[in-house]
C-alpha cells in the first residue's frame, strides 16, 4: 500500500533560518510527487510536482527535490509569511488516488 | 474566476441526519474530487470523478454518496451522519486526472453530534 511520512510535525524557525522539510514515500510506482501549502482554515494551495529522481524546482524562498524514496522541501531564509502547514502527496501508476502525508507544521518566528 | 467553491462552509448535524455538500468549479476541468481531512491525518481521497458521468471510490467511501452533477458540479451526500464523519471535507478539481495540479476549495467544516 502507498504510504506517505512527513517530518517533522512541526518546526519552529527564526526568521532568515534556512532548513528542511522531509517527506519519505512508498509507492509501487511513482506517477507523481507533489508538494502544497496549507493556510489555517482554507484549502491547500499547490506548490510544486515532481516525476522523476533528480529533479529540482524552486519558487522563490523553497525548493523541491526527489530521490527514489524521499522529497525535500528546502526552505532558504524564511519569512514569517511562509509560515503553514506544508503537504506532500504521491501518486502511483497502479491506482487511480493520491496519498497525502499528515503535513508539517512551519511557524517562522520574526 | 471564482475557482472551486464549497457550501455550505460550517455544518453541525445530529447523529442520523442527512445532507449534502456542494462544490463547483469555474475552470472547465474535467476530474473532481472529495477529500476529508482530520487532525494528525493526510487528506483521504473519499470519491472522486474522472469526467462527467463517472464516479469512482477513493480509499474511505464507507457512508457517503456522490453525485457528478454536470461538468461544473460535484456533490457529496451523508445519508445517515455519524460522529466518525466530523470532519473538514474539501472538494478539487484537475483538468484530466491525478496527475494534473489540484486546485482545492475552503472546505466545509462538518461536526456531528
Known amino acids: ?110 | 474566476n471564482a475557482g472551486v467553491t464549497q457550501t455550505p462552509k460550517f455544518q453541525v448535524l445530529k447523529t442520523g441526519q442527512s445532507m449534502t455538500l456542494q462544490c463547483a468549479q469555474d475552470m472547465n476541468h474535467n476530474s473532481m474530487y472529495w477529500y476529508r481531512q482530520d487532525p494528525g491525518m493526510g487528506l483521504r481521497l473519499i470519491y472522486y470523478s474522472a469526467s462527467e458521468g463517472t464516479t469512482d471510490k477513493g480509499e474511505v467511501p464507507n457512508g457517503y454518496n456522490v453525485s457528478r452533477l454536470n461538468k461544473r458540479e460535484f456533490s457529496l451526500r451523508l445519508e445517515s451522519a455519524a460522529p466518525s464523519q466530523t470532519s473538514v471535507y474539501f472538494c478539487a478539481s484537475s483538468l484530466a486526472g491525478f496527475t494534473d495540479t489540484q486546485y482545492f476549495g475552503p472546505g466545509t467544516r462538518l461536526t456531528v453530534l
Open chain 1, 1 to 110: 500500500e502507498d504510504q506517505v511520512t512527513q517530518s517533522p510535525e512541526a518546526l519552529r524557525l527564526q526568521e532568515g533560518e534556512s532548513s528542511s522539510l522531509n517527506c519519505s514515500y512508498t509507492v509501487s510506482g511513482l506517477r507523481g510527487l507533489f508538494w502544497y501549502r496549507q493556510d489555517p482554515g482554507k484549502g491547500p494551495e499547490f506548490l510544486f510536482t515532481l516525476y522523476s529522481a533528480g529533479e529540482e524546482k524552486e519558487k522563490e524562498r523553497l525548493k523541491a527535490t526527489l530521490t527514489k524514496k524521499e522529497s525535500f522541501l528546502h526552505i532558504t531564509a524564511p519569512k514569517p509569511e511562509d509560515s503553514a502547514t506544508y503537504l506532500c502527496a504521491v501518486q502511483s501508476y497502479n491506482n487511480n488516488d493520491m496519498r497525502f502525508g499528515a503535513g508539517t507544521r512551519l511557524t517562522v518566528k520574526p
